[in-house]
């Protein structure tokens, strides 16, 4: 990968990853065919449908960005799966509810995903024990079961408004027996969308895209189609392409709305934001500014956004401070963004940067997706050549990025 000069063109985001991994595994909540569209093409995506495959369901790409799945009966279902499927993504853990909700049963290896700090599960396992769950877990594995054919109502007040774990409570509540309240639920669009497809199949909730939702269970759901919201994060990506490099970059079916506090601090950088459009346009007029970034549970600025932010602001005019609120060990990436020349110092939750005029090409390695991204937008700026390895993360989240950098004008090729 070389300098590009400003990078132009319109681009397209597709669905999101933190939706339609969510959104597949609600399929199993139904008997019957559904139909998921805008499927952005990742290896995550890839895993969840053999994960699907292997709890009994079939799972098939009729068209590019379309999946149907068709699931069996329950007694037909498998309530497990081989180990290395849950253990390669982070996001296998929310079949966990839909499982006890259809089997009354679900054994699973601990999810994996990527490593930047610890994620307990104890928010999931917590909240299904009180709506009838008995857990027997060991330090690899998840076994638990139901005492009844179907979960019960409860309200469950989540100590923290983890996506996941809301996700998860979400669809096992919508199969449970009376009226179940979910307090401090995460508020994110994906969320939301995951419980429009959970509607449009019959479910009966009331609160998305707010702190309380309430849930009254139905005996059971129909197959629905689908289309999967568009991905905010890589819709980011792809705007801080066109910052950094000085151009004007649109992503065609960007959600503005989602993501009003990023295009605020994007606006603080320096950055012309269109959104009057199609989609969201960005456009650098001249070099960036410092700001300062604190992650914060949505709609606060989405710790996804932190890694492409403290690339733009490692070439920005100015000093500024990044602080992670929500997970340790998410500075990983930043020493590679020194190998190319930026000047950031971190202490615990805290990044300092000092904006350098240039960054300088060198190899570096990815440690997880957003940090892949963050990585090659670093060397589409910096002189010389930057080669990036560790791109598997990359593809885990990323629908043909190289592809599409190329097609606004970047210089990059992918050997690996």
Not at 37 to 49: E, F, L
Not at 239 to 255: F, P, Q, W
Request: hydrophobic share 45%; aromatic share 4%; net charge negative.
């Amino acid at each position: 990968m070389k300098p590009a000069g400003p990078l132009n063109g319109d681009v397209r985001a597709y669905g999101a990853k933190n939706a339609v991994l969510k959104e597949m595994a609600a399929c199993l909540l139904a008997s019957g065919e559904h139909r998921l569209t805008n499927v952005p093409r990742i290896s995550d995506v890839k895993v969840m449908g053999e994960l699907l495959e292997a709890l009994g369901c079939r799972v098939e790409e009729p068209a590019e960005h379309e999946l149907r799945v068709v699931v069996p009966e329950v007694e037909d279902l498998h309530p497990f799966a081989p180990a290395h499927l849950f253990e390669a993504m982070r996001a296998s853990i929310v079949v966990l509810g839909p499982l006890l909700a259809r089997c009354g049963e679900a054994n699973m290896a601990l999810p994996g995903g990527d490593d930047f700090g610890q994620r307990p599960i104890n928010f999931h396992t917590e909240g299904l024990t009180a709506m009838g769950a008995t857990f027997d877990n060991d330090r690899t594995s998840i076994h638990a079961t139901t005492s009844s054919p179907r979960l019960h109502a409860t309200r469950v007040t989540l100590e923290y408004p983890s996506h996941t774990a809301t996700d998860n409570l979400l669809m096992a509540a919508v199969l449970a027996e009376g009226r179940t309240i979910i307090d401090n639920a995460a508020r994110e669009p994906e969320v939301a969308d995951l419980g429009r497809q959970l509607l449009s199949m019959g479910a009966r909730i009331q609160g998305l895209g707010t702190s309380l939702l309430t849930i009254d269970g139905v005996a059971r759901l129909t197959p629905a189609y689908h289309e999967v919201v568009t991905d905010r994060v890589v819709t980011a990506t792809y705007l801080a392409s066109g910052l950094i490099t000085g151009g004007e970059v649109r992503v065609i079916d960007a959600k503005p709305e989602h993501m009003v506090m990023l295009l605020r601090k994007l606006e603080s950088m320096g950055a012309d934001v269109d959104e009057q459009g199609i989609g969201v346009a960005v456009r650098a007029r001249q070099r960036l500014k410092a700001v300062d970034v604190a992650t914060l549970p949505y709609p606060g600025v989405a710790t996804d956004y932190k890694p492409l932010l403290t690339t733009m602001l490692s070439v920005a005019e100015g000093v500024s401070v990044v602080t992670e609120n929500l997970f340790v060990g998410r500075f990983r990436y930043v020493d590679e963004l020194v190998r190319l020349g930026a000047n950031i110092t971190t202490e615990g939750h805290h990044a300092m940067i000092r904006g350098v005029e240039r960054l300088e090409g060198t190899s570096v390695r990815a440690s997880d997706i957003r940090a892949a991204a963050a990585l090659i937008l670093a060397g589409l700026v910096a002189e010389g050549e930057t080669t990036v390895t560790g791109l598997e993360h990359m593809d885990r989240g990323y629908d043909d990025f190289v592809g599409r950098l190329s097609a606004l004008g970047a210089t990059i090729d992918r050997f690996a």
